[in-house]
Nanobody, 115 residues
Framework: QVQLVESGGGSVQPGGSLRLSCVPSGFTVDRYAMGWFRQAPGKEREKVACISKIDGISYGDSVKGRFTISRDTAKNTVFLQMNSLKPEDTAVYYC?????????WGQGTQVTVSS
């Protein structure tokens, strides 16, 4: 059974940094496409970053140059390093994985950027 467990969310001031982690169970991080979406109150879910063997790495336009996605196969973890955070980055961040024809989601972790 596929499960994704996120951690690392929290509150930070504008300009600060956070690192999110996502640990899958049932597969290794380099086997399938994985990434992050986010959803702010009243807004649609938005792609943040994706990493896969076939397509490489991609980012949503609003986070390019500030966020970095990576994976550590030894720790079986996908990371999202978020720098220069802005109030508009406030959202629930969801880890996802594309396993076969199915999309799997984590439970989400809250990120709040506020002074």
């Amino acid at each position: 059974q596929v499960q994704l467990v996120e951690s690392g969310g929290g509150s930070v001031q504008p300009g600060g940094s956070l690192r999110l982690s996502c640990v899958p169970s049932g597969f290794t991080v380099d086997r399938y496409a994985m990434g992050w979406f986010r959803q702010a109150p009243g807004k649609e879910r938005e792609k943040v970053a994706c990493i896969s063997k076939i397509d490489g790495i991609s980012y949503g336009d609003s986070v390019k140059g500030r966020f970095t996605i990576s994976r550590d196969t030894a720790k079986n973890t996908v990371f999202l390093q978020m720098n220069s955070l802005k109030p508009e980055d406030t959202a629930v961040y969801y880890c996802y994985a594309v396993v076969g024809y199915n999309n799997h989601w984590g439970q989400g972790t809250q990120v709040t950027v506020s002074s």
